[in-house]
């Protein structure tokens, strides 16, 4: 069974940092390229960050770059989303999710598996 399962949400003052994990399972994170995704309330969801173990590479959104970090751990089968300098709107439900293919890009669309999503809020 193909499944993505994030954890490390949670509640976090603004200039905090969190860490979110994705574990897959069901294949292996090399060949695909893996986004992370996020949902804020009365939002659209929006790309964040993207990975692509096959071809070394990630992508940010601009509201991502310089506060926050795609990684992954092969051994593993996890990616990591280290978001650090975090501000109140950045709260959202994160969703971490696969991609049709091992090109980064950001269009939801490309994606066919998405875990549950983890919750974080960024407040005072």
């Known amino acids: 069974q193909v499944q993505l399962v994030e954890s490390g949400g949670g509640l976090v003052q603004p200039g905090g940092s969190l860490r979110l994990s994705c574990a897959a399972s069901?294949?292996?994170?090399?060949?695909?390229?893996t986004g992370w995704f996020r949902q804020a309330p009365g939002k659209e969801r929006e790309g964040v960050a993207c990975?692509?173990?096959?071809?070394?590479?990630?992508y940010y959104a601009d509201s991502a770059k310089g506060r926050f970090t795609i990684s992954r751990d092969n051994a593993k089968n996890t990616v990591y989303l280290q978001m650090n300098s975090l501000k109140p709107e950045d709260t959202a439900v994160y969703y971490c999710a696969k991609k049709s293919g091992y090109v980064c890009s950001l269009r939801e669309q490309s994606f066919d598996v998405w875990g549950q999503g983890t919750q974080v809020t960024v407040s005072s």
């Open positions: 069901g294949f292996t994170l090399d060949y695909s390229a």
């Open positions: 990975i692509s173990s096959r071809l070394g590479s990630t």
